[in-house]
């Protein structure tokens, strides 16, 4: 075969980033082909430029600057991460995924392996810059060997594992790598997401951009798979996740909170003390006037800027815009919404802002959270101030804390709660009952999302319902479709067994109609006991669902008078012992594709949207 010659054809060039800072040992992933398309057509017109080009990528929440390089991130604080323009790779045995060479070094061997091409010429050995050798013994195979000096290679005769050599490959076509799919670039709809106490937000302590993260990943293949074009026959754009971090303004050199409370910390059980001092102090932070009013302001001011920078990254975008709070996040945001001004608010409270106090008699008429409803101090209602004076002048029945709320920059569509102390906070507040027609003044849309075993969620529905009526939660379907197969059992086995009772009962009582002594009928009274027991015992089967009595009873406007208190389903092992997995069912949300159907539903219901 030698003088036969073959046909060189260039190699297709992609482009990855690294997952960790620069010069880490972290993996690297690819951009989507869309992305990666983008930065090459910006790759080649701006060679010839000296000025930076920056292309925004994945979902235009990164910005790539192809003259550094740089990979650097939008609408949070993260190290920039390098990126390069991909051709070859190289794998050791022990390695997961295929590492890419720099570009200077895929230029090298891409010129020997178009030599080796053209001229048939293989077995050739090519040299790095590293020291190493690449062997190119066909179009198929290449290793990459580590080049040993032999007094090296003498004194350890036993690391030949170390020089086992690299498998080399040209391209994408021959190695196993998970490509993402490209987002849409229209958004149909904004969601801020609110962390709870520290800087961790589930059990692999993460924070709160990786969860946020995979909430967003869940999202676009939930999108994917169960929504079809809206009613107008276009295509769906995409959910937006952004991630709202307080905690870093709160423990920052800014306050200096962290070192007045590492300055009084005992020594002792040094790691569960900085536990404590990171995550459950936040709790008492928040009920400080002092750093309630600082949380207060970063979260809303993050909200804010984050809102600005979205809208000059997407000037055609036209969806509204929601927000979601976890554990105390929700807490936050429901304090910071009961007390924005609603469209019918007098432009003359500038009190609000500014903490000018007003004349009592004035509280009581201007929109807003807390108020005396009928002589009751302790109710929840639209005729309240949120002034500072208003909240000193209330403190003795809701305990709430007296700051100046800022308002947001725009109205939010929906707030949803996930795993919330709403409930227990204004309980303890000394608010026993939420009027029926209260609803936030600019977000009529509300839900309550939380797990059955979750220790920090509490339910919100029964303190504006009715005394004396116990309505179950609605029960938040599977993402499958189904409910799952423990509770379905778990349902089969109570109307077994509760048709069983009714049954005993019944030969029961015919039993005793018939040994009586004259055989008469008992009264009417004593029949309808048996009569009526299908139905206390039907009422009892699946206390987490909708029943006929539920869509009569009213909820109040907090969801504009729909249901707002939703339970997740239990999986088999944590119904087990469901102490076990308390702490984990407060921080099962950021993973739970449930709560991510759910909150698309009600988003994309309102644009004509089903699934």
Same mark, same amino acid.
């Given at each position: ?59 235009? =929440? ?95 005769? !036993? ?38 106490? #520290? ?16 909430? =967003? ?7 994917? %798979? ?44 040094? =790691? ?71 469209? !019918? ?73 996930? #795993? ?61 479709? =189904? ?63 909708? %029943?006929?009595? %539920? ?33 984990? %069912? ?26």
């Amino acid at each position: 075969m030698d003088g036969v010659t073959g046909v060189y054809e260039p190699v297709q060039h992609h482009w990855f980033y690294c997952q960790g800072p620069v010069d880490s040992k972290e993996p690297w992933s690819p951009f989507s082909r869309k992305d990666s398309i983008r930065l090459d057509e910006a790759h080649q017109n701006g060679q010839r430029s000296v000025e930076e080009v920056v292309v925004a990528t994945e979902g235009r =929440r990164f910005d790539v600057h192809l003259k550094e390089r740089r990979r650097c991130a939008v609408y949070w604080e993260q190290p920039s991460t390098e990126v390069r323009r991909c051709s070859w790779f190289h794998k050791a045995d022990k390695d997961i995924s295929y590492t890419p060479y720099p570009e200077d070094t895929s230029l090298i061997l891409e010129e020997a392996y178009m030599i080796s091409v053209t001229l048939n010429d293989w077995m050739r050995k090519e040299e790095l810059p590293t020291g190493d050798t690449v062997v190119m013994h066909s179009p198929t195979l290449m290793t990459q060997q580590k080049t040993v000096p032999l007094e090296e290679w003498m004194s350890q005769p !036993n690391s030949s594992g170390q020089s086992q050599p690299r498998k080399v490959k040209r391209g994408l076509e021959d190695i196993s790598v998970v490509m993402p799919k490209g987002e849409p670039d229209r958004v149909d709809h904004l969601v801020f997401m609110v962390h709870g106490i #520290g800087p961790t937000c589930d059990t692999q302590l993460r924070g709160i951009v990786q969860c946020v993260n995979d909430f =967003r990943e869940a999202s676009f293949s939930l999108l994917s %798979s169960h929504f079809h074009q809206s009613s107008d026959g276009a295509r769906n754009g995409r959910v937006e996740y952004l991630p709202v971090n307080w905690h870093r303004v709160m423990h920052g050199n800014t306050t200096g909170v962290d070192n007045d409370i590492q300055r009084i910390t005992l020594p002792s059980i040094s =790691r569960l003390r900085q536990f404590s001092n990171s995550t459950v102090l936040d709790l008492f932070f928040y009920n400080s006037p002092t750093y309630c009013q600082t949380i207060t302001d970063a979260v809303a001011s993050e909200i804010n800027q984050l809102h600005q920078v979205f809208l000059q990254r997407h000037p055609e975008f036209t969806g509204a815009v929601s927000l979601a709070g976890h554990s105390l996040g929700s807490m936050i945001l429901f304090d910071l919404l009961t007390n924005q001004k609603g469209k !019918n608010t007098n432009d003359d409270q500038q009190g609000s802002q500014t903490g000018t106090s007003h004349p009592v008699p004035r509280i009581l008429n201007v929109p807003g959270v807390y108020s005396q409803v009928q002589g009751d101090p302790t109710v929840l209602s639209d005729a309240a101030s949120t002034s500072t004076e208003g909240y000193k002048y209330l403190d003795i029945g809701i305990g709430q804390v007296p700051i100046v709320y800022p308002q947001l920059a725009f109205q939010p569509q929906a707030f949803f709660a996930l #795993g919330s102390p709403i409930g227990m906070f204004l309980t303890v507040r000394g608010l026993k009952r939420i009027d029926p027609d209260y609803s936030l003044p600019t977000c009529k849309s509300f839900y309550n999302i939380y797990h059955p075993f979750d220790p920090v969620a509490y339910r919100i529905e029964p303190m504006v319902g009715y005394p004396g009526v116990d309505l179950p939660p609605v029960l938040i379907p599977h993402h499958k479709g =189904r409910k799952r197969m423990h509770l379905e059992l778990k349902d089969s086995f109570t109307r077994v067994s509760s048709d069983l009772l009714l049954s005993i009962n019944t030969l029961r009582g015919m039993w005793q109609t018939l040994t009586r002594p004259g055989n008469t009928l008992p009264p009417l009274s004593r029949g309808g006991t048996t009569a009526v027991l299908p139905q206390e015992t039907g009422s009892n089967v699946n206390n987490m669902s909708v %029943s006929p009595l %539920s869509q009569s009873v009213s909820v109040g406007m907090l969801n504009g008078g729909h249901r707002f208190d939703y339970v997740l389903q239990e999986n088999a092992l944590e119904s087990f012992n469901e102490y076990i997995f308390a702490l984990q %069912s407060h921080l099962c949300y950021w993973d739970s594709k449930d709560t991510v159907l759910l909150i698309l539903r009600e988003i994309y219901h309102g644009m004509g949207i089903m699934f």
